[in-house]
């Protein structure tokens, strides 16, 4: 009881000539840091993980276990993590990894894109942590470090039946511009290109 207790704490007090209302929310403590060479392992997992969750009925467990390897294993994040054109955030609840951001200086999308931009490559929440305002936050960044690199825009993709990402992204004032395939194995869809002047 002590223990579940100490997760709250009161947000607003009302005082009345004949009682003292506490309200009730949880403390939630979210962090953000950039992500170092010594995070490749909690980034291959989260990424992993929220892949999984998020696209395992729509890939063969072949095409599935190719791309994770290919992309999320501990070695090619590495790889990613060594590249200075490449900038990873991560979010953390209460200490533990909540989800996190990949950006990117080198466009990839589309040659036809001819902004200066910078690409929001991956933002992933653990699935327990989604619709807290993780996904927010990280956008925030996202924001801020695309002023900070004085770009014009920040441009990515999303498969065009993710309409949970789509009406995200749509909130923070991203529209559609274009479209371009999306190749994992053998199996070829559309991924909308989708663009926040910022
Ligand atoms: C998409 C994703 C990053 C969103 O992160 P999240 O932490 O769940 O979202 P948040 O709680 O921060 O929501 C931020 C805002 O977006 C809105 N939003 C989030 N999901 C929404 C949905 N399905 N429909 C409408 N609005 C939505 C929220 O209402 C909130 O708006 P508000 O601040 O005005 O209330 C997260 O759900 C995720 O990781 N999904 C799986 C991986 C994925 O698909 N990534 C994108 C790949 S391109």
């Not at 060479?37 to 980034?43: C, E, Q, T, W």
């Amino acid at each position: 009881m002590k223990n579940a207790l100490r997760k709250f704490v009161p947000v607003e007090s009302k005082f009345s000539s004949s009682s003292l209302t506490f309200y009730f929310a949880p403390a939630m403590t979210t962090t953000l840091r950039r992500a170092t060479l010594d995070d490749a392992a909690i980034l291959s997992h989260i990424s992993y993980v929220t892949f999984e969750q998020t696209w395992d009925f729509f890939y063969t467990p072949e095409i599935l276990k190719q791309y994770l390897k290919e992309n999320y294993s501990e070695e090619a994040i590495r790889r990613e993590l060594l590249d200075p054109d490449v900038m990873n955030f991560l979010a953390f609840v209460d200490g533990e990894l909540a989800g996190f951001m990949k950006l990117s200086r080198k466009q990839t999308l589309a040659d036809w894109i001819t902004d200066r931009c910078i690409e929001l490559c991956r933002i992933y929440v653990y699935k327990k942590f989604q619709d807290q305002k993780v996904g927010k936050l990280l956008m925030e960044k996202a924001v801020e470090v695309a002023k900070e690199e004085r770009v014009e825009s920040i441009v990515l993709g999303v498969w065009e039946n993710n309409h949970k990402a789509v009406k995200f992204y749509t909130g923070f004032g991203f529209e559609q511009i274009g479209t371009h395939p999306f190749i994992v194995g053998t199996q070829v869809d559309t991924d909308w290109v989708m663009r926040k002047r910022v």
